[in-house]
């Protein structure tokens, strides 16, 4: 769990740099006044947002996986589903939609 959850943010990390990284080279080109057109076409922005979106959906699924996970090790330690939202930072409700998911998996 933990592992799958490190290797998606650091594929993440790769995507962001990447991204970044173009994104600059393309702001070079246009304050050298090269064609917009051009320059954006460089960018691949399609390729560049796909490359991202499922970088985010992989962490999201990690860290989704890694909660429930928790939940469950924690509910069965004897932690309430409030001191779970309290730790975690969100609503009692969505502590409760989690812990219920945890129970189901």
């Known amino acids: 769990?933990?592992?799958?959850?490190l290797d998606s943010l650091a594929a993440l990390r790769v995507s962001?740099?990447?991204?970044?990284t173009a994104v600059r080279r393309a702001?070079?080109?246009?304050?050298?006044?090269?064609?917009?057109?051009?320059?954006l076409a460089s960018l691949e922005?399609?390729?560049t947002r796909h490359s991202m979106n499922e970088a985010?959906?992989?962490v999201e699924q990690a860290r989704h996986e890694m909660r429930l996970a928790v939940?469950?090790?924690?509910?069965?330690r004897g932690t309430s589903i409030g001191e779970l939202g309290r730790i975690f930072g969100f609503s009692?409700?969505?502590a409760a939609r989690y812990a219920k998911e945890a129970r189901q998996g």
């Open 27 to 39: 702001m070079k080109k246009a304050h050298r006044g090269e064609d917009l057109a051009t320059v």
């Open 92 to 94: 009692r409700q969505l």
């Open 45 to 47: 922005p399609a390729k």
């Open 71 to 76: 939940f469950a090790e924690a509910l069965d």
């Open 16 to 20: 962001t740099r990447e991204t970044e």
């Open 1 to 5: 769990m933990v592992e799958e959850l």
């Open 56 to 58: 985010l959906k992989s």
